[in-house]
């Protein structure tokens, strides 16, 4: 593949970042298209672990070019804070970091009103990161706001665009904006961005790339069920998370994208509010079911044994069994290559693992269609899960010390082979544990 698109098929938290550092070396490039700095990946390099949340993790690697593209909006202070520890480990990105200058420029004010807004909501809260990602698009979509590419012009230029864009936020919002502060430090990273030539027409230079032959591995944030038109509105993200948005948000044609690959956890999260019909966890656990309702200690162990605490938020992710006909949505929107099932190894330890395999509706009895997803939360809180159970591989080792598809035990294989068959998609990798190295894969 030239262009292989890593995707998150469920809520997010699938694992992406390590499965785009084990292909990461076959690729020159490495390319963030949407979202911003509330994606977490956290990566294990010599025993130091670095988490990322707005610049591509493929940067890890000393000679990948890293792509900020048009469809990210940036904060500058979250780049420059988040590449600090890279460097202190001895991880240069100076010149091989490249931010589009058709990126949106994310500021304070956007984070402001990111917190306003959530704080004014009755009810249930989207569970926003508050990181200022669906002001700055509002800002974008409203054309209100500046471009990565104005810091290249005149400084007087820049801060007369930015100041009206701060001063519009003020009045919307009722904001104060200290816009003095703000100032002073975009102007020094300003001064280091254009030192480095870190702003570049990345349209170009990723077509550039692909034309001669170089191979771009590109990282989604986020996942497909937070889609801002696919996922579970309005408990979703602000940013196309799907395949298509790779094409608008890095400017490659639909025809150079010639590989995806669907991120799948063994079991399923979800961070924040939302339905969640296979949930299994409570209020103790962060979750929306009844304390001690039947099942709840069983998503409290996937809580505990799969270290289900945001990357981003630091918030406990709710849990529950693996959600099929979300799978059958999610590959019927972005036509996987691939799954790679992740953090299997965190079921070791039951007897009994249950597939969701069907909605049906608790109003009518209606069992919704193979790839229907209901369009509304009231039609996706009607839903109930329908479950196939199978024995699960308690007291038959543990996956992590399997090196081998061959090697694990045949309940797990049978597991896998109930996923591929009603998703339709082949199962290519398998994780068995937290190390890069615990991989396991499977028809090749």
Not at 80 to 95: A, C, K, S, V, W
Request: glycine residues 12%.
């Amino acid at each position: 593949a030239r262009v292989c698109v890593v995707l998150g098929a469920q809520f997010g938290d699938e694992g992406k970042g390590k499965l785009a550092d084990v292909l990461q070396s076959d690729f020159q490039y490495s390319a963030r298209y949407n979202g911003g700095a509330n994606a977490g990946h956290t990566l294990v390099v010599d025993g130091k672990r670095y988490a990322f949340h707005l610049l591509p993790c493929g940067l890890i690697q000393p000679t990948v070019t890293g792509v900020i593209g048009n469809g990210v909006v940036t904060n500058l202070t979250s780049l420059f804070n988040e590449r600090t520890p890279l460097h202190e480990g001895g991880i240069d990105t100076r010149g091989r970091l490249k931010v589009s200058d058709r990126s949106h420029l994310l500021f304070d004010f956007h984070k402001q009103v990111d917190g306003l807004l959530e704080s004014r909501r009755a009810g249930d809260k989207l569970g926003t990161t508050k990181q200022g990602i669906g002001p700055a698009y509002a800002s974008k979509m409203t054309r209100n706001n500046v471009r990565v590419g104005m810091l290249k012009e005149d400084w007087e230029v820049f801060e007369r665009y930015y100041l009206s864009a701060a001063e519009a936020h003020e009045m919307m919002f009722e904001v104060e904006v200290d816009t003095k502060s703000e100032l002073e430090r975009i102007k020094a990273y300003r001064a280091e961005m254009l030192e480095e030539d870190m702003i570049t027409d990345t349209v170009l230079l990723v077509n550039k790339a692909y034309n001669a032959g170089e191979r771009i591995l590109v990282e989604g944030a986020n996942a497909a069920m937070l889609d801002i038109d696919y996922g579970s509105y309005p408990f979703v993200t602000s940013s196309t998370t799907t395949a298509g948005g790779v094409c608008t948000g890095l400017g490659l044609s639909p025809e150079k994208i010639d590989c995806r690959l669907g991120v799948v956890k063994a079991y399923q999260t979800r961070v924040g509010s939302g339905p969640f019909p296979t949930e299994l966890t409570d209020d103790l656990s962060g979750g929306d079911l009844p304390r001690g309702a039947p099942g709840t200690e069983i998503g409290a162990h996937l809580q505990k044994v799969g270290g289900e605490i945001g990357v981003t938020t630091g918030r406990k992710r709710r849990c529950g069994w693996i959600d099929i006909p979300l799978l059958q949505y999610s590959h019927l929107i972005n036509n996987y290559s691939s799954i790679n099932i992740t953090k299997l190894d965190v079921l070791d330890d039951l007897e009994e693992i249950k597939i969701c395999v069907q909605y049906r509706r608790k109003s009518t009895g209606e069992v919704l269609p193979a790839g229907a997803m209901p369009s509304t939360i009231e039609s996706l809180y009607d839903v109930e899960a329908v479950y196939e159970s199978m024995p699960g591989w308690a007291g038959k080792g543990k996956l992590s010390e399997c090196s081998a598809y061959d090697e694990l035990p045949t309940e797990a294989r049978n597991y896998l082979d109930r996923i591929e068959k009603h998703v339709g998609c082949p199962i290519t990798w398998i994780g068995v544990g937290p190390g890069r190295e615990q991989m396991v894969t499977k028809g090749f």
